[in-house]
T-cell receptor, first 112, second 113 residues
């Protein structure tokens, strides 16, 4: 297993378009997290899954954001009607029994 | 609500120095604390994980300590090298079953030759 992977690595879109990102966690990890990070800030929690169940969602997450983790494997994060303020690095992490987080390389989103 | 502060925000040192990076948190009811490094434009790389029952962890030139009662963790980097240049972040996971980490803003480190 090569770790957490994310696709795409970069996404440029126009305001108002929908985008979807994918995360493949480490295979034996049951928790999967999504974060957003902007320049000079630490990662900001968005949502997390334990297996296929979405257990927590940040109150900062607008209704335009939705995440899924079908069958408890990979996860997708969709942003509808993107806005310029959505431009950020979107990070995915997974963890197992020790709750040690392992991060993917991130998806850099630019909304024009 | 847990708040995590990292001091200093930035640090520039000559190669070979021993470094101390600080992380403080407001709620001592934690499950674990994790240190990461992040290179520009990249994801986070896990360095050390300290469970709440532990006082310190070591990996190579890195040593992290945890003092829950005072709400502090310290990352020591011995004999710094230019390759250590990166942003170092700490994340605190609260106890109580939420399993949601809170991150600091990081310390940006530059080690110059």
């Amino acid at each position: 297993d090569t770790g957490v992977s994310q696709d795409p690595r970069h996404k440029i879109t126009k305001r108002g378009q929908n985008v979807t990102f994918r995360c493949d966690p480490i295979s034996e990890h049951n928790r999967l997290y999504w974060y957003r990070q902007t320049l000079g800030q630490g990662p900001e929690f968005l949502t997390y899954f334990q297996n296929e169940a979405q257990l927590e969602k940040s109150r900062l997450l607008s209704d335009r954001f939705s995440a899924e983790r079908p069958k408890g494997s990979f996860s997708t994060l969709e942003i509808q009607r993107t806005e310029q303020g959505d431009s950020a690095m979107y990070l995915c992490a997974s963890s197992g029994d020790r709750n040690e987080q392992f991060f993917g390389p991130g998806t850099r989103l630019t909304v024009l | 609500k847990q708040e995590v502060t990292q001091i200093p925000a930035a640090l520039s040192v000559p190669e070979g120095e021993n470094l101390v990076l600080n992380c403080s948190f407001t709620d001592s009811a934690i499950y674990n604390l994790q240190w990461f490094r992040q290179d520009p434009g990249k994801g986070l790389t896990s360095l050390l994980l300290i469970q709440s029952s532990q006082r310190e962890q070591t990996s190579g030139r890195l040593n992290a300590s945890l003092d829950k009662s005072s709400g502090r963790s310290t990352l020591y980097i011995a004999a710094s090298q230019p390759g250590d240049s990166a942003t170092y972040l700490c994340a605190v996971m609260a106890s109580g079953g939420s399993y949601i980490p809170t991150f600091g803003r990081g310390t940006s480190l530059i080690v110059h030759p």
